[in-house]
């Protein structure tokens, strides 16, 4: 019998064990099996530890016997129970079966391998029904993999099947090509399953999980390389600066200088786009590092060379606010065909889901003419099949919140295709972004523009210290009467029933609370995403224009608000919010010529880990710090993403942000290979495993929408 890695597990391991592998852990094939990689390994010789064990964890514990008895109960006695006490040195566990009066029988001196969930009885630690296996001959191998199990699939059940598995398994296809595991030394894919999970030593199980490690980041770097490639092969319009056009115009007419590092990247994204190949670049910049204005001195450069661009934002609020800065920036440079409009204006509009319809089709009429130079809209503009008249060139801002597909929705339409821009304020370490924007290239803005003010950030906790909470309401009437203004932001709306009752402020109770009491006498407005696009926009612009002193909001001014009069930020229940949340929503302050305050209201306990989170946002402002803390307060999944998922769930032993160097060095090797045969043409296991990582992600997000 040939058995590959595509052969179903019945027919190899018997239905009586597929069966549960199917149900606990989805395995069909051989490969779903072998893919299941022990969690850690038991060195036989040296016993478990018995100490420190907790209640509900499954464990596999080799132990030896030291008493065994035999106790009747139930009508007439005919039951049995029998407690087995074993040790492993460190500690006692008690082992209880039920009707298995052989075990009450186990003689003291045998050691054994006992399976099951640690529960406690009588204050006692115990297993219950253990499973149990003979040590037998794994103690000439030295070495005992555990593995993730569930109740019906224990650990002793899978590595059973695996071994009946690679006792019959034929030679399999490798992935890593033969040169790449020279290049590292590496053993063939067949050898790394064998020492991964019948290892002779913790030396030879270590080696096996570097080198599958490798193996996944490698077939991530390839789709990554690849698409690279084929983005570099792609052809666009190249759209070269015009001297004297409104690019130029606009730059006389700033009112304040660039930042060196402004400058620079403009100069970057100014060849990028002069060149008839596209341009890809990732934009990282601090909040309120002023991405904006760069990002529409690249857009104004493709208008000058005849074509349109795009600015995309995550949602309807950010949309507006932009659409009303550029325009304002722009002036009569924006204002073509219309009263006092300058020589060669153009025209920017805006285009959102929730537009009443008239103003959409006038949006869209514009564009399919060539009227507008520039819009800025929502994900509706990808959703609509938006027709541009030449859409040159694509601004993604605030880039978190759009999947790699959504940008690919754009940007696929045509084979020549528009450059495209994404902008991000949420720092990145450098081996997520190697990973999940690892197919473009990334500039960095660092420093704030002179005169930036800085933002000081308090933690209230009012489990503590109650009146702080009044303190901070005061500080609030305080700026206020200064002319400033304030956000209050919570984490919920509360005007829908489901959201039952909860522990946290809600926008609604609070708003009217505020307004009543604490803040009574202030204009007090509120904000939140399930208003419709007008009610938004007109809070915004009141609040904008000074109408408003103080905005009752949820996140949705998390990104990108700018309102410079805004001094002072009151954050309810800051421990719902994540630490680059936070970070983000106190950019929002500061940003006139006033120090920013931000206080962190929370209810948390001084001691948890939430009111640590809280402190370590107070403690710095540098984003880049604080993105590290956060992936390492985070889970992998969490810093990945859902829109990522097929590449996480395709990720058993590499962690991003651990293995930079794994992902460094598969990055460099999968370049090379990528560039001598983009196709992988003569490597077809990794064409297949490259296929099928990118074929998960789609299925993925396919499901979603
Ligand atoms: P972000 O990078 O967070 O998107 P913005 O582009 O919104 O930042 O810029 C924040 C504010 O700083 C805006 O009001 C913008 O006009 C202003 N700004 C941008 N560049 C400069 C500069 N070089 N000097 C002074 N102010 C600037
Ligand atoms: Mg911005």
């Not at 490698?218 to 319009?237: D, S």
């Not at 507006?320 to 509009?349: E, F, Y």
């Not at 008249?389 to 940008?407: C, M, N, P, S, T």
Request: charged share 25%; aromatic share 4%.
């Amino acid at each position: 019998m040939a058995v590959t890695l595509t052969s179903r597990l019945t027919g190899v391991v018997g239905d009586k064990s597929a069966k549960p592998l199917e149900q606990a852990f989805g395995m069909r094939t051989v490969d779903d099996l072998l893919r299941h990689y022990p969690r850690r390994y038991l060195e036989l010789g040296a016993l478990t530890t018995l100490a420190g064990l907790t209640v509900g964890e499954r464990v596999t514990i080799m132990a030896k016997v030291v008493s065994a008895k035999n106790f009747g109960f139930g009508p007439g006695g005919r039951r049995t129970r029998s407690e087995v006490v074993v040790t492993d040195d460190t500690g006692y566990i008690s082992l209880t079966f039920f009707n298995q009066p052989w075990r009450g029988k186990m003689p003291p001196g045998e050691v054994g391998l006992f399976s099951g969930v640690i529960e406690e009885f009588r204050g006692k630690l115990q297993l219950s029904q253990p499973q149990h296996d003979p040590v037998g001959d794994r103690l000439s191998r030295g070495v005992m993999p555990v593995y993730p199990a569930a109740a019906k699939a224990d650990s002793l059940l899978i590595e059973k099947c695996v071994g009946t598995v690679l006792d019959v398994l034929d030679e399999v296809p490798d992935p890593l090509p033969s040169a790449v595991r020279e290049e590292h030394g590496y053993q063939h894919l067949n050898a790394a399953l064998e020492s991964v999970h019948r290892p002779r030593s913790l030396a030879e199980a270590h080696a096996a999980q570097a080198r599958l490690r490798f193996e996944e980041a490698f077939v991530i770097q390839t789709v990554l390389a690849q698409r690279r490639h084929e983005a570099a092969e792609a052809r666009a319009t190249a759209r070269p600066a015009v001297a004297g056009g409104l690019r130029d115009r606009f730059v006389d007419r700033l009112p304040f200088t660039l930042t060196a590092g402004q400058q620079e990247v403009a100069d970057q994204l100014s060849a990028d786009l002069s060149v008839p190949h596209p341009m890809h670049r990732l934009l990282q910049g601090e909040v309120g590092s002023g991405k904006t204005v760069v990002a529409l001195l690249a857009m104004l450069q493709v208008v000058d060379a005849g074509g349109q661009a795009a600015l995309l934002a995550p949602t309807e609020v950010l949309a507006a606010q932009h659409h009303r800065t550029i325009s304002a920036m722009l002036g009569d440079l924006a204002r073509s065909g219309m009263i006092g409009g300058a020589d060669g204006a153009t025209r920017v509009r805006l285009l959102t889901g929730s537009m009443p319809t008239r103003s959409r089709q006038e949006s869209m009429l514009d564009l399919v003419s060539g009227e507008a130079g520039i819009v800025v809209g929502t994900h509706a503009l990808i959703q609509d099949k938006v027709e541009f008249a030449d859409l040159g060139l694509l601004v993604v801002d605030e880039q978190h919140r759009f999947g790699v597909e959504q940008r690919a929705a754009l940007v696929d339409r045509s084979d020549v295709r528009p450059h495209v821009l994404v902008m991000t304020a949420t720092p990145i370490p450098r081996t997520v972004a190697m990973t999940v924007f690892g197919d473009l290239e990334t500039s960095v803005l660092s420093e704030l523009p002179a005169g930036r003010q800085p933002i000081q950030t308090t933690v209230v906790p009012v489990a503590d210290k109650p009146a702080w909470l009044q303190r901070a309401w005061d500080r609030v009437r305080e700026e206020v009467g200064r002319g400033r203004q304030a956000y209050v932001v919570v984490s919920r709306i509360g005007d829908s029933a489901s959201e039952g009752v909860q522990e946290t402020h809600s926008l609604v109770d609070l708003h009217a609370e505020l307004a009543e009491g604490p803040l009574s006498g202030l204009r007090v407005g509120a904000l939140h995403g399930r208003m419709s696009g007008d009610e938004k926009d007109t809070v915004m612009s009141a609040f904008a224009a000074g109408q408003l002193d103080v905005l009752v909001a949820t996140t949705v001014i998390e990104v990108g608000v700018d309102v410079p009069n805004a001094s002072v930020m009151v954050v309810m229940d800051a421990e719902r919010f994540g630490i680059s949340q936070l970070h983000q929503l106190r950019g929002r302050v500061g940003r006139g010529g006033e120090p920013g305050l931000c206080l962190l209201v929370t209810s948390a306990d001084a001691e948890s880990v939430a009111a640590e989170r809280l402190r370590a946002v107070a403690s710095t402002t540098d984003g880049f710090e604080l993105s590290r803390l956060d992936v390492e307060m985070r889970s992998e999944g969490d810093v990945l993403g859902t829109r990522q998922s097929g590449f996480r769930s395709s990720l058993r032993l590499l962690s991003v942000v651990k293995h930079e160097s794994v992902i460094v060095r598969a990055r460099e090797s999968a370049e090379r290979v990528v560039a001598g045969d983009p196709t992988l043409a003569a490597e077809p296991a990794l064409r297949d495993a490259a296929v099928a990582l990118e074929s998960s992600e789609r299925a993925e997000y396919l499901e979603r929408t």
